[in-house]
């Protein structure tokens, strides 16, 4: 009986779920992501067309004066300002937490023979690291199943199961900064 009653309650919220049309779900990748060599991929179930709930999953390396490589999962809530209508930009805001693991490293510290004159940082670690914070952004449908979306984002990450390898000092946590400019298919 409690089987039957957890499949009448699942294919009611499936019911539900899919009556939300035009928009229910959205497919999306962050063309700024192939910044760093490599492809995101968000998926985001939108309820009753003025919120919604993404999940994120990124991947990069980028080679800027440092090697840095990182992965991570992403869940951002969100609310739109107004119900999502083809051809209308829709401004929303929200919150987001998710994880993020990160190694770095930088050898381009200089020091002077005195002491007494450097720049530069070595840097050398491995973490993974909780992170939040809240984002902003722009959602546009242009055809019917084609959007475009940004969202800028800002929040403290913490980093744990820190690993240095030079033996300096651990960071504690970073200044987490996102900027998204997304392409994406409505399901």
Do not use: C
């Amino acid at each position: 009986m409690r089987k039957f009653l957890y499949l009448l309650l699942f294919l009611f919220i499936a019911k539900n779920g899919i009556a939300q049309k035009p928009y229910g779900i959205f497919l999306k990748t962050n063309l700024l992501n192939l910044i760093a060599k490599r492809p995101s991929f968000s998926t985001e179930k939108t309820i009753a067309l003025k919120y919604g709930l993404e999940l994120s999953y990124n991947t990069g390396v980028l080679n800027w004066g440092r090697d840095y490589e990182y992965n991570g999962f992403l869940l951002r809530a969100k609310m739109y300002a107004y119900e999502i209508k083809q051809h209308e930009i829709t401004p929303f805001f929200g919150i987001y937490t998710g994880n993020l693991n990160k190694t770095i490293v930088s050898n381009n510290a200089y020091v002077h023979p005195t002491g007494y004159l450097s720049f530069g940082n070595d840097r050398n670690f491995k973490a993974n690291s909780i992170r939040s914070g809240i984002n902003i952004g722009f959602l546009y449908i242009p055809a019917k199943r084609f959007l475009l979306e940004t969202t800028t984002g800002i929040g403290y990450g913490k980093y744990f199961n820190i690993e240095t390898f030079q033996g300096s000092d651990a960071p504690k946590g970073y200044l987490d900064f996102q900027l998204t400019l997304s392409i994406g298919y409505s399901l």
